[in-house]
């Protein structure tokens, strides 16, 4: 899940290095908390928010093949 997570964020970020992804499993959910550097944030949550539902709509369906529930959080590093 973490691959898919990067994956999607590398093209909107400068340097996906700078990208924390902090990961916490409690049964069967798992729950991300990233944290953006502030010259990427704005384009990380998109125009309306609209880029990061899509990130977690694709979350969504890649857990729900996994039989998951997946959660995801963004704040400014």
């Known amino acids: 899940m973490e691959e898919l997570i990067k994956l999607l964020l590398e093209p909107l970020v400068t340097n996906i290095?700078?990208?924390?992804i902090e990961k916490n499993h409690d049964g069967s959910t798992?729950?991300?908390?990233?944290s953006i550097p502030k010259?990427?944030?704005?384009?990380?949550?998109g125009k309306e928010g609209k880029m990061i539902k899509?990130?977690?709509n694709l979350l969504k369906?890649?857990?729900s093949k996994e039989q998951t529930y997946?959660?995801?959080e963004v704040q400014e590093q």
């Not at 798992?30 to 990233?34: D, E, I, K, M, Y």
């Open 17 to 20: 290095k700078k990208v924390k």
């Open 30 to 34: 798992t729950s991300f908390l990233l």
């Open 39 to 45: 010259e990427d944030i704005a384009k990380v949550i």
């Open 54 to 56: 899509t990130i977690k």
């Open 61 to 63: 369906i890649r857990a």
């Open 70 to 72: 997946v959660t995801l």
